[in-house]
């Protein structure tokens, strides 16, 4: 999983937040495109894949898109603890490097992503954690850490359209767990 090493604290916030029914959510810190641009892709790569995007010139997470994934409607992360508000800077896992094949930078983990939509903010689950400690704050978007490790993401403040889509996303893409508990 990733670890969060440092806060990048900003005193301009952009937070760029889209739900959509094509790409269920993604986040960005900045108005314009990262020129050379880097990504750590974390899924199945088939059903769930979410990407976080770094520039060219530091790993401070500055964007996220949830490309896939199955939905669920139960199991949010729960959890409080302090909050410092900025931009996670990720340290990369033992081994890992970004790719230098002459594409795009990425680095591919696999594990688990869920999302779901309740009490009016949508939540990413990464990984098979179900607590958090800390937060990381940065807009509406929480960056949702168990001590330094990143467990999930959540967006506060959905308006009414956004929780629609959202839920229709989660309804059609249900996650392969709740089919078997719903037998």
């Known amino acids: 999983m ?14 760029i937040v889209n739900i959509d029914s094509y790409v269920p959510i993604s986040f960005r ?11 750590i892709r974390l899924g199945d790569f088939q059903r769930r894949l ?8 530091s790993l401070v997470l500055s964007g996220f898109t949830m490309v896939s994934g199955e939905g669920s409607t139960h199991g949010t992360l729960m959890g409080d603890g302090p909050s410092a508000v ?3 800077i990720i340290s990369l896992p033992q081994g890992g490097a970004f790719s230098d094949s002459g594409g ?5 983990i696999p594990t688990d992503v869920a999302a779901s939509c309740t009490d009016g ?22 960056f949702l850490l168990s001590d330094d490790v990143l467990v999930g993401l959540r967006v506060l403040e959905l308006n009414k359209v956004e929780q629609r889509v ?7 893409h249900p996650h392969q767990g709740d089919l078997v508990r719903g037998r």
């Open 50 to 57: 979410i990407e976080f995007q770094f520039p060219a010139d």
């Open 121 to 142: 903010h949508a939540e990413v689950a990464l990984g098979v954690a179900e607590a958090f400690n800390r937060r990381v704050v940065y807009g509406r978007v929480q």
């Open 104 to 108: 795009i930078p990425r680095l591919d």
């Open 86 to 88: 900025g931009l996670p």
């Open 166 to 172: 959202l839920r229709e996303y989660i309804a059609q």
């Open 2 to 15: 990733l670890r969060v090493r440092n806060i990048h604290e900003t005193t301009e916030v952009l937070c």
């Open 29 to 39: 810190s900045r108005s314009q495109p990262i020129a050379g641009a880097r990504y």
